[in-house]
């Protein structure tokens, strides 16, 4: 239960809210005092800790009534979410196409192996193309530059900030 709490904690931070380290240690010691059998309970013994005015109690259970979808209750289509949080229309198709990427069972895999980890990234830097960029690097000065171009090549086009 905890790592849901963390996920919510989380959600109300990404939403704006100002959550310190203590108050997610409050919020969780509060939550444990009232138990998670009842889900109102819950509510208002983090609500409590984390929403110090009107405006943000009210943000707050709309919050809360999202990530905690009541029974019979149909969620908000992941799209719709998304843009109402400011991502663009391009954008959403630039996620789309990476999760059709990471569900086909045929193709490269890249996305699912970068997130991952393990042997399905081990395998994407054991690529041919990969190695033979790794083997020109004849300085340690030419790590960055090969590190962006081995990136590249496994399908990260330059949009991590990879400090190396």
């Known amino acids: 239960m ?3 709490l963390d996920d919510f904690l989380w959600t109300l931070r990404r939403e704006g809210f100002a959550i310190s380290i203590p108050q997610a240690i409050d919020a969780a010691r ?3 005092e009232v138990g998670f059998a009842d889900k109102a309970r819950v509510r ?3 609500g409590c800790v984390v929403a110090d005015s009107a405006r943000l109690r009210k943000r707050y259970d709309e919050l809360f009534d999202a990530f905690f979808v009541a ?9 719709r979410r998304l843009f109402d949080q400011g991502f663009s229309r391009s954008e959403l198709a630039s996620l ?3 999760l059709r990427e990471f569900i086909a069972p045929e193709g490269s895999g890249r996305l699912r192996a970068l997130l991952t980890g393990g042997a399905a990234v081990d395998h994407l830097m054991a690529s041919e193309r990969v190695q033979e960029l790794i083997g020109r690097m004849n300085s340690p000065l030419q ?5 962006h171009r081995a990136l590249d090549e496994i399908g990260i086009k330059g949009e ?3 400090h190396v």
């Open 2 to 4: 905890l790592d849901v």
């Open 30 to 32: 509060a939550a444990h």
């Open 44 to 46: 208002e013994a983090i």
């Open 71 to 79: 029974p019979g209750a149909p969620p908000l289509e992941l799209g």
């Open 96 to 98: 789309r196409e990476l």
């Open 143 to 147: 790590r960055g530059f090969y590190t």
């Open 160 to 162: 991590v900030g990879c």
